[in-house]
């Protein structure tokens, strides 16, 4: 019998997708432990680029040195602790607009007003390992994942990264929703649903009982397709713990669930679309993607959110997987045994 209908949920449970202590868990078990996408290399282009993210709700600045080296601070000022960098910005140096403390791009102290005499070692900034893999930038908060590139390398002969690093955003659509960062990978990563959620649109070009997660394992869950005619194949990945990206072969586009884990029933998602340049920067092309992904969004909202209100009824269940829910199997395994 195929693992996934074997598989019950495992010890994960309804709770593990509502309860603060799960979130909090996950904030210090789960999250730290892999590579977490932050942006496009593209969003931090030239020396000095800066850009504040939020990484299991640690306020994160990410730059671009003076080398071209991209690489993660603590975004928070080692004077008061303020954050250092709202936004995006560019400069040749940090500087924390409260008490103008400052700091070079490698992240040490440069100066500080009026501390003359004061002992100031250990105020450089905590710093993160930052790794580029197809024109994104990870990082991972605890320093022991294995190299980025040696995890993807089997998945590279498909998703081409070299490929994907010269790729632009075509479009970004920013929300913010009312459901766990699992629901949210859960529905990204199998197909089952198309026949429900997306009868009139997906399910035409890949319908779910084709879909096969059966190449799933301990680090992603990849959910190939039949290929349509017309559209080709859809490759869809969910690298742990959340890089959400889906391509289509022949290489026309990509898409990225940009997302950001906010707590046990708050996620912030940015749908990025990526692009050969000439095609990202083409406002027809773009007129003509961007309701595509705004509609299937848009069917995945009512069942994202759905599901989060049943999970956190007393009658949730975590009922049986379908053999189609492979990965899912796997994922849940995972993350469970990070969060132990
Ligand atoms: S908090 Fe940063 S300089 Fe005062
Ligand atoms: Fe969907």
Request: charged share 20%; hydrophobic share 40%; net charge negative.
């Given at each position: ?19 603060q202590?799960a979130f909090e868990r996950e904030c210090r078990e789960v999250f730290p432990r892999g590579w977490i996408p932050m ?13 504040a993210v939020t990484v299991a709700l640690r306020p994160l600045l990410v ?9 993660t601070f603590a975004n928070v ?49 905590p710093?993160f390992a ?8 990870f990082v991972n908060l605890d320093g022991r994942a ?34 766990n960062w699992k ?57 742990y713990p959340h890089f ?15 997302m950001t884990p906010l707590g046990p029933?708050r996620i912030r ?66 993350v469970?045994?990070r969060a132990?």
């Amino acid at each position: 019998m195929p693992d996934g209908a074997q598989f019950q949920g495992g010890s994960v449970t309804p709770a593990d997708f509502t309860s603060q202590a799960a979130f909090e868990r996950e904030c210090r078990e789960v999250f730290p432990r892999g590579w977490i996408p932050m942006c496009r290399s593209e969003a931090i282009a030239g020396a000095g680029a800066q850009k504040a993210v939020t990484v299991a709700l640690r306020p994160l600045l990410v730059l671009r040195d003076a080398a071209g080296v991209a690489r993660t601070f603590a975004n928070v000022c080692r004077y008061r602790s303020m954050t250092l960098v709202e936004g995006e910005t560019r400069a040749p140096f940090v500087r924390c607009p409260y008490h103008l403390w400052a700091y070079d791009l490698e992240g040490r102290l440069q100066s500080a007003p009026f501390m003359d005499g004061v002992d100031l070692s250990g105020c450089d900034l905590p710093a993160f390992a930052t790794e580029e893999w197809g024109g994104f930038v990870f990082v991972n908060l605890d320093g022991r994942a294995e190299p980025l590139g040696e995890t993807l390398r089997p998945l590279e002969a498909i998703l081409k990264p070299e490929r994907l690093a010269g790729w632009r955003e075509g479009f970004r659509l920013s929300y913010e929703h009312p459901w766990n960062w699992k629901v949210m990978l859960e529905n990204f990563a199998e197909s089952y649903h198309h026949i429900g959620a997306h009868v009139d649109t997906l399910q035409a070009l890949w319908p779910g009982g084709l879909s096969d997660s059966s190449t799933s394992n301990d680090r992603w869950i990849a959910l190939r397709h039949s290929v349509h005619p017309a559209s080709g194949e859809l490759l869809v990945y969910a690298i742990y713990p959340h890089f959400l990206f889906a391509a289509y072969e022949p290489g026309t586009s990509a898409f990225w669930y940009d997302m950001t884990p906010l707590g046990p029933d708050r996620i912030r998602l940015d749908i990025v679309g990526l692009y050969p340049p000439e095609v990202a920067a083409d406002p027809e092309a773009m007129a003509r993607e961007t309701p595509l992904a705004m509609g299937i969004h848009a069917e995945d909202i009512p069942v994202c959110e759905r599901t989060q209100i049943g999970l956190s009824s007393p009658d949730a269940v975590m009922g049986p997987l379908s053999p189609l829910e492979v990965g899912l199997a796997h994922f849940r395994r995972w993350v469970k045994g990070r969060a132990a």
